[in-house]
């Protein structure tokens, strides 16, 4: 547990970074890794490193295709890669949390500019849905349990 509130405070970073320069500082990527993988050593014991190291490559092999039609930044998926080390499998949870509310937020944003009747393009920075995803899965495994 003590993890994923370590993971929420590195999301935040990253989001603050990514908000003030549309990128993620690959040496942020970096520390967070190291740091998820040592604090889930610690945590769960050593036996756990196959396990995070697999989850930590993993999204990055998975979702290589969206980066390739330029859908997702490097750096988002580094950080989903740092979330991995970090969560282990419950970075999928991550994901597909931070997946559902860019969708919202693109609907959302789709029916203000139809009222408006003026399109802007706008980006979204995924560290952001990512911070919310993961309050929320840490908020609801509080309340619910695992």
Known sequence: MECDYLLCLFLVCCACFDIKTDRIPNRLNLAGLICGLCLSAACNGISVLPSRLLWAVLPAAVLM????????????????????????????????????????YGVIRLIIHALKGV????????????LAGMVILCVSEQLYGA
């Open 65 to 104: 295709i969206f980066f390739k039609y330029r859908v997702l930044g490097a750096g988002d998926i580094k950080l989903l890669c740092v979330c991995g080390a970090f969560a282990g499998r419950r970075v999928i949870k991550v994901a597909a949390l931070m997946f559902l509310l860019t969708a919202l």
């Open 119 to 130: 399109y802007v393009r706008q980006k979204v920075h995924m560290s952001v849905p990512a």
